[in-house]
C-alpha cells in the first residue's frame, strides 16, 4: 500500500517562503511521476507542479511559475515543493499524488491513484 504524507505547512506572511514535504512509502519513488495540487476553500483541486520519473518538471504557468518549484530526493523517497514569494492567494491546502502510470497528462488530477492527506498553507498579507 502507497502511503503519501505531507509536512511543512503553517502561516506564512505574504512574500516569505516555505518548503513542503512529501514522504511516501509503500513504493519506490523513482518510479513514478510525482505532483503537487493544491484546493482553496469554495475551489477545485488545481494543478501546481509536477515531477516526471525520467527528470523534467511541469508548473501551473499562470499562478506559479517562478516562484514554486519541485524537486524530488528519490533515495529519501521525498518530494519537496519549495514556495518563494507567497501572496494570500497561495493560500489552500496542498496535496501530493504520485502515478506510475505512464504517457498521461500529469496536469490532471485523474491521473493520480495515490494522494495524501493534505497540509495546509496559509498566507497573510
Known amino acids: 500500500q502507497v502511503r503519501l504524507v505531507e509536512s511543512g505547512g503553517g502561516l506564512v506572511q505574504a512574500w516569505g517562503s516555505s518548503r513542503l514535504s512529501c514522504l511516501v512509502s509503500?513504493?519506490?519513488?523513482?518510479?513514478?511521476?510525482v505532483a503537487w495540487f493544491r484546493q482553496a476553500p469554495g475551489k477545485e483541486r488545481e494543478f501546481v507542479a509536477a515531477s516526471r520519473w525520467s527528470g523534467g518538471t511541469t508548473y501551473d504557468v499562470d499562478s506559479v511559475k517562478g516562484r514554486f518549484t519541485i524537486s524530488r530526493d528519490n533515495a529519501k523517497n521525498t518530494v519537496y515543493l519549495q514556495m518563494n514569494n507567497l501572496k494570500p492567494e497561495d493560500t489552500a491546502i496542498y496535496y501530493c499524488?504520485?502515478?506510475?502510470?505512464?504517457?498521461?497528462?500529469?496536469?490532471?488530477?485523474?491521473?493520480?491513484?495515490?494522494w495524501g492527506q493534505g497540509t495546509q498553507v496559509t498566507v497573510s498579507s
Open positions: 509503500g513504493g519506490t519513488l523513482r518510479s513514478y511521476h
Open positions: 499524488a504520485v502515478t506510475n502510470t505512464y504517457g498521461v497528462s500529469l496536469t490532471s488530477r485523474r491521473n493520480y491513484e495515490y
